[in-house]
């Protein structure tokens, strides 16, 4: 007998873990080498459904949108690939569950889920300077049989940004 509490906390685990795994492999895209986007493009081809809608919007936001993990893999390395390293940090997380369905053997039979994620993500701007992107990502995911969890719907929200000091602006300020 399959307790739902158990299966609901293994599936939301599962779910999590998708934008975590996005977090790596766009900081691997923000790179611009051949061999760490290849990987970032692998991450969002597991991560992500063939046919996935990616939308950004929010405040001082062109509004933004892509389809298909190959599609954004193009955007994200046009928009990051000029600045150098980032790092995307994934904070609260939030999945609510619409459909999950399992069998007698406690797996996961079918799934529908929608999962909001914060974000903190640092852009290397130049020597003397880092960007600071605050946004939520609201996602919808699908559970297939062949590949489990996936992300079929993306949207990037903006909240807000800052540019703040870095490296040597930050070592030659006086304490």
């Known amino acids: 007998m399959c307790s739902q509490a158990m299966i609901q906390a293994v599936a939301r685990q599962e779910i999590e873990y998708l934008r975590r795994e996005y977090a790596k492999a766009t900081d691997m895209i923000g790179l611009g080498t051949p061999e760490a ?33 190959d599609g954004w893999v193009d ?28 069998d007698e053997q406690c797996v996961v ?38 590949l489990g969890w996936q992300i079929k719907a993306m949207e990037l929200r903006r909240v807000t940004g800052e540019n703040r000091p870095s490296g040597e602006a930050v070592a030659t300020v006086p304490l």
């Open 37 to 69: 986007i290849a990987e970032g493009r692998s991450i969002y081809q597991r991560i992500f459904t063939p046919d996935v809608d990616f939308s950004v919007s929010g405040s001082g936001t062109q509004p933004l949108a892509a389809t298909g993990p």
């Open 75 to 102: 955007v994200v390395h046009g928009a990051l690939g000029p600045m150098g390293p980032t790092q995307h940090l994934i904070g609260t997380q939030l999945v609510e569950f619409d459909v999950l369905e399992w």
């Open 109 to 146: 039979t079918s799934g529908a889920a929608r999962m909001q994620s914060y974000v903190q993500a640092w852009h290397d701007q130049a020597e003397r300077e880092v960007w600071l992107f605050l946004g939520t990502y609201f996602d919808e995911v699908v559970y297939g049989k062949a």
